[in-house]
């Protein structure tokens, strides 16, 4: 069986905080969790629950309070383990003096390419981003999507077996966001193991063979997008136009959100053919039925929800 | 070795792309002006008063740009974030460390050549012969290089710990303080109570001895400036810039990142 990519045991991460730094604030707390070699792992949560934390220490950016993680069997304070993993920064920066193509060079340089073969690298990974036609302009010149994609491309360019991408569609428009997850998938058909952050929820469910779900620097579950959330429907949804003659039950349309004509009305299970039936001998036009099920996003919704009345609750106990 | 080469490669083509050789600008103007005005001065001192006027500016401005440069060289990648796509290659903190070292060193020794022939020039200008004696100037010159290259260092020290504002003041300081080891050491023998002897003792030994590096009187003055001096001003400089750097290397592997 193959080793995790990804280990992670029990990390915690404590900031001094306040005037003196005497007191501590805690980033993460007892985070475990592991990233199988292959997948593509979406780790979840709101600003500030500890994902990029959690990604700054797998990237020896910080250092962890207690608790270790391993990368490709390694530990992450081994340098030449960083040959095999590609990392976009959260809202990259990068020198604003350099070109495109300067700063994929100077990075590529690391890896002790050839000037032949980082050429060939650079030319290729700013065709892969879409910047072939910028790889002459300064940085300083870049929009915030275009310095997205030179940091994917440095990311990329060495062909990691790792990939970790903090919030890698921030700053990018819809068809950046197209682009890059097409990469992503690429890299996945590649074999390349993935982990990337992100509160876009249908990004993670779209992408991810498994998500994990952090808030308040606790790892709130880890499972298939699917799994994690529970697949029973909850209920049904009819959409459906109003007739211009004909009318709709009160009970219906009381309980119905109107969009310009159309309306959309949560019903449960049982109640659906009868809901069908009225709005047909009230000659209103089905436009579609469909299924309710909770969402990452619900989930997600459910525990900020419950981590605040919990934080309000200490404040009004003091415990 | 090859990535503090390739730091150190960058952080030239930054200086040299943010201007930082601007600087030269000033200084050719300076020149220019200075030796136009001392060709008015009596024959017998023009020439002390322009090799004076001239590596004192090649040290002032070298030591502006050592100071707020070197400050600027770690904490500036650490405020914009730059290091993290830069930590996440196979490279050691340390490594980068040296490298930015290593690439200020190299800006303010092409700064400092360029303003050393510019001297040259002047000096062309003023007494219209260049003699072997004149030599002495290039040592001179070379010895700025060398308080540059250690000012560079603490700046950098200083910059692991604390903040940009913070370590240009205590860069600037300590640098003021180290002008007077000497006089530290001959307080010594003076009357002194021997908690305040054994300060200045311990003060003397530990700081950056700056007034090692002042030799503009020797050269205003044509006189020679012996090889065992050179020699031993380059090794106090390297094992002073090495401990230094060494220091700053631990605090700065241990630092977190914001």
Redesign the interface.
């Known amino acids: 069986m193959t080793a995790p990519a990804i280990e992670i045991e029990n990390l915690c991460k404590e900031y001094p905080h306040g005037f003196l730094h005497l007191r501590k604030k805690v980033s993460l707390e007892g985070l475990t969790m592991q990233v199988e070699d292959g997948e593509v792992f979406g780790f979840l949560g709101p600003n500030g629950a500890g994902k990029s934390t959690t990604i700054k220490l797998l990237m020896g950016i910080i250092f962890p309070t207690t608790g270790s993680a391993r990368i490709l069997g390694k530990p992450v304070s081994d340098v030449a383990m960083r040959r095999h993993i590609g990392y976009l920064p959260e809202q990259p920066y990068f020198y604003d003096y350099l070109t495109a193509a300067e700063i994929l060079d100077y990075l590529a340089r690391f890896h002790g390419y050839s000037t032949a073969e980082r050429n060939e690298r650079v030319q290729k990974m700013l065709k892969k981003v879409g910047l072939e036609t910028a790889g002459k302009i300064q940085l300083r010149k870049f929009s915030k999507g275009m310095l997205q994609r030179v940091g994917l491309a440095q990311a990329i360019l060495h062909d990691p077996k790792l990939v970790i991408l903090d919030e890698p569609m921030s700053g990018l428009d819809p068809v950046g966001r197209r682009e890059v997850r097409d990469i992503i998938l690429e890299l996945k058909n590649a074999g390349k193991t993935i982990l990337f952050s992100t509160h876009i929820l249908s990004d993670a469910e779209m992408l991810c063979d498994r998500v994990g779900v952090i808030a308040g620097g606790k790892l709130r579950g880890v499972g298939a997008p699917g799994s994690i959330v529970g697949v029973q429907a909850t209920g049904m949804e009819i959409v459906f136009e109003a007739p211009a003659s004909g009318t709709i039950p009160e009970k219906i349309r009381s309980r119905a959100l109107k969009s310009g004509g159309t309306y959309r009305v949560a019903v449960g299970e049982a109640e659906l053919y009868g809901t069908l039936d009225e709005l047909r001998a009230g000659a209103a036009k089905i436009i579609s039925v469909t299924q309710i099920k909770p969402t990452l996003e619900d989930f997600f919704m459910d525990l900020v929800g419950k981590d605040r009345a919990q934080a309000a609750a200490i404040e009004v106990t003091g415990k | 070795m ?2 503090v080469l ?1 730091v150190a490669r ?1 952080t030239f ?2 200086a040299v ?2 201007r930082v050789l601007y600087n030269l600008l000033l200084f050719a103007l300076l020149m220019i002006a200075s030796a136009v005005v001392v060709g008015q001065i009596s024959m017998a001192i023009e020439s002390i008063v322009m090799v004076s006027l001239g590596l004192s500016a090649i040290s002032l401005i070298g030591l502006l740009i050592a100071v707020f440069t070197g400050v600027g060289l770690v904490s500036k990648e650490i405020d ?13 903190r340390w490594e980068f460390l040296l490298g930015k070292f290593s690439g200020l060193v190299l800006t303010l020794a092409v700064n400092t050549a360029a303003m050393g022939a510019g001297l040259f020039l002047a000096m062309l200008f003023v007494k219209h012969t260049i003699v072997r004696a004149d030599a002495v100037v290039l040592v001179a010159v070379y010895f700025i290089l060398l308080k540059l290259a250690l000012v560079v260092a603490l700046a950098m020290l200083f910059s692991c710990f604390t903040s940009p504002l913070l370590a240009i003041l205590f860069t600037a300081g300590l640098y003021i303080a180290g002008l007077f080891v000497a006089q530290m050491q001959h307080l010594q023998s003076t009357q002194l109570n021997p908690q305040s002897q054994k300060l200045f003792s311990v003060l003397a030994y530990v700081l950056p001895n700056f007034g090692n590096y002042d030799v503009m009187g020797a050269a205003a003055h044509g006189r020679r400036i012996a090889a065992s001096l050179i020699a031993q001003t380059t090794l106090y400089t390297l094992v002073y810039c090495a401990l230094v750097l060494g220091i700053a290397a631990l605090i700065f592997s ?1 630092k ?2 914001k």
């Open positions: 090859t990535h390739i960058n083509r930054e792309r943010d914009k974030r730059t290091l993290h796509a830069v930590l996440a290659k196979p490279l050691h241990r977190d990142l």
